[in-house]
């Protein structure tokens, strides 16, 4: 209504976390066209909830890649024998306001194959070896607790090539209010990480401290509480032909349960 490019505010004042965003949705798209699995997830379809994030900033950052990858999503779904487009878009009109086919638009598939996203918050970090069906696909996962939809996966690592090799286990199709989701699904023993058991305790499987996290009021009050603590990114290096990454996942596990991770 005021004509102001919001979104370049925020740019300018904050940084890029805007794009990034939708960076992150492109980046955690399998070679399957499904988004990678973490925390409470149900439908991972893509066009749920990457349409509305990249479509809008693609729009208002005039990001051609963001365009080209929006085009490639519309015409994916909207050409599905069952199509859950109407449906898992949610709101139409965003198409109308943010969908711009005859708008310059630049291959997708030349953004960079390995991007890291917030290293020193919920740390995670998409590998592949290209953009097609049987490309390899890498995830990995190592940060703050963010909330209760989250999972206790410090650690956590995926590959999928041409079908899930390494991938996170359980359903979250009936909710929280189970013993399956509050006794393997949300916890670490259903995740490609370590866990480390008490020997003395034959009850003990070794996962990662419980927290109870739902409400954290401000940001800064989030940033304050060291219970969110699960881990941090340590060390991130990429080449050309090679991707490290170091991760210290310590503050996980119970106190005194370890010396470091």
Not at 32 to 49: A, H, L, S, Y
Not at 75 to 81: C, D, E, I
Not at 157 to 166: S, T
Not at 232 to 260: C, M, W
Request: net charge negative; hydrophobic share 35%; aromatic share 16%.
């Amino acid at each position: 209504a005021t004509g102001e490019n919001l979104w370049d505010m925020i740019r300018a004042s904050q940084g890029d976390w805007g794009w990034r965003q939708a960076l992150f949705c492109i980046q955690g798209e399998q070679p399957d066209g499904k988004m990678v699995r973490f925390g409470d997830n149900f439908f991972r379809g893509t066009d749920r909830f990457s349409f509305r994030v990249i479509a809008e900033r693609a729009h208002y950052y005039d990001e051609p890649a963001g365009r080209d990858y929006v085009n490639r999503l519309i015409a994916r779904h909207t050409s599905a024998a069952e199509s859950r487009y109407a449906e898992e878009i949610g709101s139409e009109y965003m198409v109308l306001l943010y969908w711009e086919p005859d708008a310059p638009a630049r291959d997708y598939t030349t953004l960079p194959p390995r991007m890291m996203f917030s290293p020193e918050g919920t740390g995670m970090a998409f590998w592949r070896s290209g953009w097609g069906p049987d490309d390899t696909f890498v995830f990995f996962k190592c940060g703050d607790y963010f909330d209760n939809h989250g999972h206790f996966d410090a650690g956590h690592l995926e590959v999928f090539r041409r079908a899930p090799l390494l991938i996170e286990g359980g359903s979250y199709a009936e909710g929280t209010d189970t013993e399956h989701y509050k006794k393997f699904f949300h916890q670490s023993v259903a995740h490609n990480t370590i866990n480390i058991a008490d020997p003395s305790d034959p009850e003990d499987d070794g996962s990662h401290r419980f927290y109870n996290n739902q409400g954290q009021g401000t940001f800064a009050e989030y940033m304050a509480n060291p219970q969110n603590d699960y881990g941090r990114i340590v060390d991130y290096r990429e080449t050309e032909n090679l991707a490290y990454i170091a991760a210290d996942l310590s503050a996980a596990f119970p106190a005194g349960r370890v010396k470091q991770v």
